[in-house]
């Protein structure tokens, strides 16, 4: 498949393997912020086939991870409501909430619906004048544009049966909290290529300025990521810190502009809680007041959550990249994708999920000592 | 979720007011939004995520990424060649 294919040529792979190995002369710890590209790292085992200097940190862009419990607890409550039809994005049926998930609303009679395109809710919404459409609005910056679309044409069909249930995460204030926290090892930062499509890569300058780290937009196919590795290495080992574009085929600098105006006009700026991370300031969107009447959150005044995480799972490390998945002690255990505690293990951009899904058991430094 | 799909656009055509496009993925013919594609026309390519197209996938760009990655080691490869192969 064209643009997808040419970059996942292992002959050209190995050029950029012995290139990174060449250019390597001290550890470096690499954070790769997005779900999408970690999945990439551990099913091509791009991580093993590093040099040993090299250290992939596994970074907290996985929206169904992050999408805070008290929130899925809403949607549950929602859910299960009569005459209400519930839709969501498939990875957001098995995530735990404080007693049950999703899946369990629908088994007990609940219409939960998996939807493709948020437009699919939309025409729910039309079809089924009689009943609520709620849908459940998480995501990044990618995402964004697809859901604001879909309040916005609810709004031009006049739907008053339509809302929306809005955790909207963003990028540039994760990364400035991650570089904030006194545990952090990150030294450069793989950003995510999709994100920066949407947004452009102008609100990473001012990261790199502050925290004099280099950041490197990337994207998702195998080469992609090396690239953005052996670009980010270039960085680190001159000494410079920079904002480089590694995915220049699909990202611009000033980004899609006709989605950022949509964005502007359908969402505001709002600190939004990360499960796992705690409550990060302004880096969420929430809808603007010319879009509240859509607010599910209003509409449906969930009250009386009281939330309760599983004590055994460390998902809230594996997100900040203090552990790796397989150092969680539940690992492959009590938790797995059938029966996950946290959200990492559930989504096809979680970490947990990605180690579980491609046989990384073993921890790292038994490996060590096994060699 | 952030996952975009590489496709090609087939046609083009309105829905509620809203631009929107069939667009091919190696076979698999998909509707998708092209509203914030205002310029994108048939047959360019675009990635595709969440049933809308983000943005057009530039070929230039594609073509010198390739031909970087194509570059890389082929000094190293030259020096450290065989001499017998240098003739050839």
Redesign the interface.
């Known amino acids: 498949?064209?643009?997808?294919d040419?970059?996942r040529?292992p002959a050209?792979a190995q050029?950029?393997f012995?290139?990174i190995r060449?250019i390597t002369t001290r550890p470096w710890a690499i954070m790769e912020v997005?779900?999408?590209q970690t999945h990439s790292i551990i099913r091509n085992g791009i991580d093993q086939l590093l040099p040993p200097e090299i250290e992939l940190i596994h970074g907290p862009?996985?929206?169904?991870c992050v999408t805070p419990l008290e929130m899925i607890d809403k949607a549950l409550a929602i859910a299960a409501r009569p005459g209400v039809i519930f839709c969501s994005?498939g990875?957001m049926l098995r995530v735990p909430g404080s007693s049950m998930d999703l899946f369990r609303i629908k088994s007990e009679g609940g219409d939960v619906r998996i939807v493709?395109?948020?437009?699919?809710a939309v025409k729910l919404a039309q079809q089924h004048p009689q009943r609520e459409v709620v849908f459940f609005g998480?995501?990044?910056e990618?995402?964004a544009?697809?859901n604001a679309?879909a309040v916005f044409?609810a709004r031009?069909?006049g739907l008053k049966n339509f809302s929306m249930l809005v955790s909207h995460v963003l990028v540039p204030p994760a990364i400035a909290a991650l570089m904030e926290s006194p545990v952090n090892r990150v030294q450069a930062f793989l950003a995510?290529g999709?994100?920066c499509?949407?947004m452009g890569t102008w609100q990473y300058n001012p990261l790199v300025e502050r925290y004099h780290v280099p950041i490197v937009v990337t994207g998702?196919e195998p080469?992609d990521v090396l690239?953005g590795i052996r670009k980010s290495v270039l960085q680190l080992e001159q000494g410079r810190a920079e904002l480089e574009n590694?995915y220049?085929?699909?990202?611009?600098s000033e980004g899609?502009l006709?989605?950022q105006k949509?964005l502007a006009d359908v969402f505001q700026i709002t600190d939004r809680a990360w499960r796992g991370i705690g409550v990060i300031p302004q880096s969420g969107w929430r809808l603007s007041a010319n879009y509240a009447e859509f607010d599910a959150e209003t509409r449906y005044a969930v009250t009386d959550i009281h939330t309760t995480e599983s004590a055994l799972c460390h998902s809230g490390e594996v997100l900040q990249g203090l552990i790796k998945p397989n150092q969680c002690p539940a690992f492959g255990k009590q938790c797995t994708p059938r029966n996950p505690l946290g959200a990492t293990m559930v989504?096809?951009?979680g970490a947990c999920a990605a180690y579980y899904q491609y046989g990384r058991f073993i921890r790292a430094e038994e490996v060590g000592v096994a060699q | 979720?952030?996952?975009?799909i590489?496709g090609?656009v087939l046609t083009i055509y309105e829905l509620?007011?809203?631009r929107m496009g069939k667009v091919d993925?190696?076979g698999i013919e998909k509707d998708v939004?092209l509203?914030?594609?205002?310029e994108i026309a048939v047959g360019d390519?675009t990635?595709v995520?969440?049933?809308?197209a983000?943005?057009c996938?530039?070929?230039q760009?594609?073509q010198?990424?390739?031909a970087?990655?194509?570059s890389?080691?082929v000094l190293?490869e030259e020096l450290n060649a065989p001499i017998i192969e240098k003739q050839l």
């Not at chain 1, 498949?1 to 997808?4: A, D, H, I, N, R």
């Not at chain 2, 979720?1 to 975009?4: F, Q, V, Y």
């Open positions: 498949m064209k643009y997808l040419e970059y040529d050209l050029r950029l012995d290139e060449r997005c779900g999408g862009g996985c929206p169904v994005f990875d493709y395109s948020p437009l699919d998480i995501g990044f990618t995402t544009p697809a679309m044409q031009q069909l995510a999709h994100v499509s949407v998702f080469l690239e590694a220049p085929r699909a990202v611009q899609n006709a989605a949509m989504s096809t951009e | 979720m952030c996952l975009g590489p090609r509620n007011g809203t993925f190696n939004c509203a914030y594609l205002p390519y990635i995520h969440v049933g809308f983000i943005t996938i530039d070929e760009s594609a010198e990424t390739l970087l990655f194509h890389l080691g190293d």
